[in-house]
Nanobody, 125 residues
């Protein structure tokens, strides 16, 4: 599975962006999908995840109510809609795919099998 994240950019506080993660090589319809981010000088952190069947979504507290993860199985693509962006959302965003079963797996980067290259999101104040 190859993952390609896109959609990042430079925006102002309060703006919106939609990140896309296009999968190729095989379908990811039976994979859990996650978004992580890494800010300069910080460790990579969990942002959002979606179960393979779409029944469950998980978000880190700082993005709840602002970000939404979704997937389009027909396009083999996962999205991260980011609204009301803040300067602290500035980071490189990565998408990942994995065969996950437990909540602890979703929020840890160790559980994911495939990673895409990141896309830079910069939010100016």
């Amino acid at each position: 599975v190859q993952l390609q994240a896109s959609g990042g950019g430079l925006v102002q506080t309060g703006s919106s962006l939609r990140l896309s993660c296009a999968a190729s090589g095989r379908t990811v319809s039976n994979y859990a999908m996650g978004w992580f981010r890494q800010a300069p000088g910080k460790e990579r952190e969990f942002v959002a995840a979606l179960s393979w069947n779409g029944d469950s979504t998980y978000y880190t507290d700082s993005v709840k109510g602002r970000f939404t993860i979704s997937r389009d199985s027909a396009k083999n693509t996962v999205y991260l809609q980011m609204n009301r962006l803040k300067p602290e959302d500035t980071a490189v965003y990565y998408c990942a795919a994995g065969l996950l079963a437990h909540y602890s797996d979703y929020v840890s980067d160790r559980g994911y099998d495939y990673w895409g290259r990141g896309t830079q999101v910069t939010v100016s104040s």
